[in-house]
Every structure is written in C-alpha cells, then in structure tokens.
C-alpha cells in the first residue's frame, strides 16, 4: 500500500496516477506547557513578546516570506525562528543575510526539549508560511499548545486547521505582512482564534 498524510495527496495520486492510496493522519498528543525561562535567559524573549516559526529551514517552508513580511512592519513583537539547515546552507545564509539588519529577528538554530516547548508555550502568535505541507507537524503542535495560528491558505492547512487560524495568500509577501500587522495590533482577534484550538485539534 501506499500511505498519504492529507485528503490533498490522496486526491493528487488518484487524479495524477490513477493509484488508490490510504489516508493515515499524523496525530498530536496533549503538550507539556512551560514557563519562560530557558528562552529568557537564552535569547532575551518572553510570553507573548515574539512571533515564532518552528521548521525546517528549507524553500518550501516559506521562511523568505515571513522575514521580508516582518522587516514591512512596525512591531515590538520579536521574530523567533526555531529550526536549522536540512542540507539548504544556502537558503539559510540567504535568509541570515535577509534578517541582518534587524536585531529583533532572532535564529535560535536546531531546538528540542524545554526549549521547545518554552517557545510554543509562551508565543504570541506561531506562522507557518509554507509553499507545501504534507501535513504539518509544527501545525498540529502549535494548536495543541492552543497558540494562534497565521498560515499559508494551502488545502494541506486548511483542512487541518479549518476556522482556528487566520490564512494569508500562499505566497503573497504583502498579504501576510498585512495580516501579521493586523494580529500583532490586535489582542482580542489573537485571543479568539487561540480558544479552544487545543481541544479542537486533539479531539480531530
């Protein structure tokens, strides 16, 4: 047999190949929340001061586009950007030299344990701007630690996310810097799209 993660793929192989596959959804578990510390002490960020990404380093992720959306707006929110090289050195030196003039966007490099589940419990709002998903793991756990949610309008995210996120035009640099503005100014629309999130996605 083969295995997809999403509804999308089982329909691409189907339309593309002619091939029946089978669905197996990635699943979540329920977080162990955590207090600032670890990130306080290591890069200076506390609960609800940054925006975070927790991904592979890769083109596909869309890392680009959030820092260029990020260095159009005016914020006191950080941009915390979590995860390393996945043989993309180049990528990566593209998107240090994008960050350079802005201290406040911040590479934490390949992170695992308390760090990271510091940085999910205490994010103001978790991006996830990606070109392609299969289904996103860094999605499911960023509900699970009922944050809000900004991604990309890809059908790979929508289906899992459905109206617990707020969705920028896959791609579209303007958009998303619109909407991160618009979330970063806005308290009340952060906290309504983190309600419930958490329940939503381990019940789904």
Known sequence: EVIVLSQAAYDYFKETYGRETVIIHNGISRPERKDARLITEKYG????????????????????????AYNKIETDKKLVIAGDTSDTDAYVAMLKEM???????????????????????????????S????????????????????????????????????????????????????LCDNKELVE???????EFVLKK
């Open 45 to 68: 960020i506390e609960k609800d001061g940054y925006i975070s990404l927790v991904s592979r380093l890769t083109a596909e992720k869309g890392v680009h586009y959030l820092i260029e």
């Open 99 to 129: 960050a350079a003039g802005n201290p406040n966007i911040i590479f934490t490099g390949f992170v695992s344990g308390d760090i990271l589940k510091e940085i999910y419990s205490n994010s103001y709002l978790n991006v996830l701007p």
């Open 131 to 182: 070109d392609l998903e299969g289904m996103s793991l860094s999605l499911l756990e960023a509900l699970a630690y009922n944050n809000a949610l900004l991604c990309s309008d890809i059908p790979e995210n929508t289906a899992v996310a459905e109206d617990k996120a707020i969705y920028f035009k896959k791609g579209n640099v303007d958009d998303l810097a619109a909407k991160l503005k618009e």
């Open 192 to 198: 309504k799209i983190r309600d419930g999130a958490d």
